[in-house]
């Protein structure tokens, strides 16, 4: 399988995409992945750079056995379309901002994540103003969609 650079992108950095990133980096590690994938995520906002990510989520990966509580919120950059091979929306309003920020000819990297991940064209919901059993069911939502991303680029790279 080739390398591919997959880069998360949510609105604060702080909830849905650094759990996506500890997710997808430990399905890959366990399915012996790792050196050919390289993950990191970013926000479309600035609220939060420099911040651990929320509570709620280090809480929701540390009870599934992952520790992201080491990465720290940072915002998309113009670099980040030439560094990463896939640029993953949470919902549509990241996508439609990413689209937007893309420099020339880089627009096609950036997809609605369980869209390319399944063909499910749904939304991974803000959960910021939910309860903690939202970020459970977030969880849930991202391992799954995790687990078809990698199914699907191992599709493409065979
Ligand atoms: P995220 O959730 O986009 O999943 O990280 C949010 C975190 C913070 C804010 C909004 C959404 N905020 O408005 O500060």
């Given at each position: 399988m080739k390398t591919v650079r997959v880069l998360f992108v949510c609105l604060?950095?702080?909830?849905?995409s650094p759990l996506a990133e500890g997710v997808l980096r430990e399905l890959a590690s366990r399915k012996g992945l790792s050196p050919v994938l390289t993950v990191d995520s970013a926000g479309t906002g600035a609220w939060h750079v420099g911040d651990p990510p929320d509570r709620r989520s280090i809480e929701a990966a540390r009870r599934h056995g992952i520790d992201i509580s080491q990465l720290r919120g940072r915002r998309v950059a113009a670099a980040d379309f030439s560094d990463f091979d896939l640029i993953l929306g949470m919902d549509e309003n990241n996508v439609g901002t990413l689209k937007r920020l893309?420099?020339?000819?880089?627009?096609?990297?950036?997809?609605l994540f369980l869209d390319y991940a399944s063909?499910?064209?749904q939304d991974v919901p803000?959960?910021?103003?939910?309860?903690?059993?939202a970020f459970e069911a977030l969880y849930q939502m991202l391992e799954a969609g995790c687990s078809s991303l990698l199914e699907r680029l191992g599709e493409r790279a065979s």
């Open positions: 604060g950095n702080i909830c849905r893309a420099p020339e000819g880089t627009a096609a990297k950036v997809h063909g499910d064209g803000d959960p910021y103003y939910e309860g903690p059993e």
